[in-house]
């Protein structure tokens, strides 16, 4: 129990508190309709909080050292993940607001007309967020298992009983504020360390525009060590796997579940304009410092640690070496610690940058404090993606329609905690770093509701068995790929299961062309309703015309 | 209720669906298009940073975000061109929503 550790534990209890309370006193107001409450939050909130339920541990924990240890090949996350929301802002989720369903599946049930699609839907949704909170699960453990100075897999086992109560208690209301101040939050724990550092490195607080210049001499450093260049393009993999992996992240944001239900809360599809064009604003702020942070780590590690004696190492190492996740031996005998001798996990770059650069123990209380806001608020939204999945889509609409209120409540919280739980099982041992886990996820959802969305919206033609058919096929393409890559060593023009998405993708929208344009074409009434989603909301689609709803807007009409 | 005539709604649509082609298309050669060409690209010099490594860590997000907010501002302008009325479409949406 030293001074660090109380600042942190402090500053991650008072963060913990502020977002109980605000969603114990939005629960107070909000009980008599969480839509109302939803449609009430400018798209400028909106945008923050989709902002803290896209940014996840993988982006708060992950993505400055999956940049900084894959260097130029790295960029395609920042450009994938933020490249998502071109797609989903205009391609996807204007229409699916204006078509109105409460959750993904429900969606693809109804346009599609299909009882079987909807369940494969719910499927997908459960096996996409599953895979993605094992991503945030390993994340809280790494943050966890620094701040107890225990072992990640005994943080990760902390994380799961944490996740499963926050989830249980936040995922039954509506959490929008809640998830405002936890972008505030971990927006500011990201920034202060890169502005700290860039006066520290380049005497300019703009991080931004002032990494170059660091990025210019870390390439004279590489030269030197002979080793490959930071900045050199395509040292990890392939030039196609960096634009595989792209478009998997771009497509995979367009599709996720728990992404697209969030645009279902705003009043309008020009609300669901703004809410993307702010959110991105709002995500951006993090992706374009990450390079930077990754920089400017890369750079203290190799001048003011690598040449230091291995016996007189700073005090952090040491507690960073008991989590598993670095290990700094001297390999070669000479008592130096050497650059190539540093082996850092990606997931740990962020988290202990702070105290590398030596920021004070306030500001690594706050890093804590914002890893912990960004995986909890996506763990929440993931375990409320699964809970609906089960409990509204299969259980409500497919096994019991008589069921009451109260046992659907139940079964979605059960479903919270055994989801919780087993995916905390799966990420004691990950089975890749978090950026990776994560990418899996978005693998498969480029491979299913990608295709099944985009059609779904665009193509009038495409049909029930389409669909079917499109998903099976994208989601087992993609599944396939990524074990035959990983496990097989079989790759195609050098992708490898990260960007598996990309096969996926155009598996199902193959697919579901060839079957739909095979079988017959959907009954009248749908084709109408996909023709009105080319329209703002007064215009309606009704028998080849157009109609507009000119009636003068009475104010307050619906209260 | 009015009938609109369908070379109105045609052009609506028509209008809309041009708009986000081009910042689609911008979107891709932002991105796609600088990674195709990230070694000639590499040569030159912008801001301390070779061109590709800037274009990936900065100038296509920034390119993404500017795009989000044109979108957003132009789509607008549309509506407003055809009539819509913005407050009369929060109106109806707002009965659209589904409550199980």
Known sequence: ?559 | MKKIEKSVADAYFRARTTMIIIYLTIGVIVSYGVVLFAEPLSQITFNGFPLHYYMGAQGAILTFIILLFINAVVSDKIDKKYGIDAKRNESISAGKTYDH
Do not use: C
């Open chain 1, 1 to 559: 129990m030293d001074a660090q550790f109380l600042v942190s534990l402090t500053l991650i209890v008072a963060t913990f508190g502020l977002y109980i309370g605000i969603a114990l006193y939005n629960k107070a107001k909000a009980t008599s309709d969480f839509y109302v409450a939803g449609r009430g939050v400018p798209p400028v909130f909106n945008g923050m909080a989709i902002g803290a339920d896209w940014m996840s541990a993988a982006s708060f924990i992950g993505l400055a050292g999956t940049v900084m240890i894959l260097g130029y090949d790295g960029l395609a996350y920042i450009m994938g993940w933020t490249g998502g929301y071109l797609l989903l802002t205009f391609l996807l989720a204007p229409q699916l607001r204006k078509y109105g369903r409460y959750t993904v599946p429900e969606f693809i049930g109804d346009r599609y007309r299909s009882n079987t699609a909807r369940l494969i839907a719910a499927v997908a949704t459960i096996i996409i967020s599953f895979t993605y909170s094992v991503g945030q699960l390993s994340g809280s453990g790494v943050v966890i298992g620094r701040l107890l100075e225990v072992n990640a897999a005994v943080g990760t086992l902390i994380g799961v009983v944490l996740i499963a109560f926050y989830s249980a208690l936040g995922g039954m209301k509506g959490i929008t504020w809640t998830q405002v101040a936890q972008y505030v939050v971990l927006i500011i724990a990201y920034l202060i360390p890169v502005i700290f550092m860039a006066m520290q490195l380049t005497g300019n607080p703009m991080p931004w525009v002032s990494y170059g210049q660091v990025v210019d001499e870390m390439r004279a450093l590489d030269q030197d060590l002979g080793i490959t260049e930071y900045i050199v393009p395509f040292t990890e993999g392939t030039k196609w796997q960096f634009l595989a992996l792209m478009f998997t992240l771009m497509a995979g944001t367009a599709g996720l579940p728990h992404v697209i239900v969030r645009f279902y809360t705003v009043s309008t599809m020009k609300a669901a304009r703004w809410s993307g064009a702010w959110a991105l604003l709002f995500i951006g702020l993090l992706y374009l410092s990450a390079p930077a942070y990754a920089a400017f780590s890369r750079f203290i590690l190799m001048t003011q640690v690598a040449g230091s004696s291995i016996n007189d190492l700073p005090a952090w190492t040491a507690s960073w070496v008991d989590t598993g996740l670095l290990s700094v031996a001297d390999t070669n005998g000479d008592n130096i610690l050497q650059w190539q001798e540093i082996v850092i996990s990606n997931d740990i770059v962020v988290m202990a940058t702070p105290e590398i650069a030596n920021l004070g123990i306030f500001v690594i209380g706050l890093m804590a404090a914002g890893a912990m806001a960004a995986a909890l608020s996506t763990a929440g939204g993931l375990m409320i993606a699964i809970s609906a999945a089960l409990s509204h889509d299969i259980y409500f609409r497919s096994i019991n329609p008589n069921a009451s209120e109260k046992k659907r409540l139940l079964v979605g919280r059960w479903s919270i905690v055994i989801a919780t739980v087993v995916a905390g099982l799966v990420a004691l041992n990950p089975p890749g770093a978090i950026t990776q886990i994560v990418a899996w996820a978005f693998a498969l959802a480029s491979g299913s509701f990608f295709p099944a969305l985009l059609l779904g919206v665009w193509w009038k033609r495409s049909n029930g068995p389409g669909v079917i058919w499109g998903m099976v096929v994208g989601l087992s393409v993609t599944l396939g790929y990524i074990f035959a890559a990983k496990f097989g060593g079989f790759t195609i023009l050098g992708i490898i299961d990260t960007g598996a998405g990309v096969f996926g993708a155009s598996a199902a929208i193959l697919t579901n062309i060839i079957v739909s344009l095979a079988t017959k074409e959907p009954v009248k009434e749908v084709q109408e309703e996909v023709i009105d989603l080319r329209y703002p909301e007064q215009m309606t689609y009704r028998d080849g015309e157009v109609w507009m709803d000119d009636t003068e807007d009475i104010p307050n009409s619906t209260k």
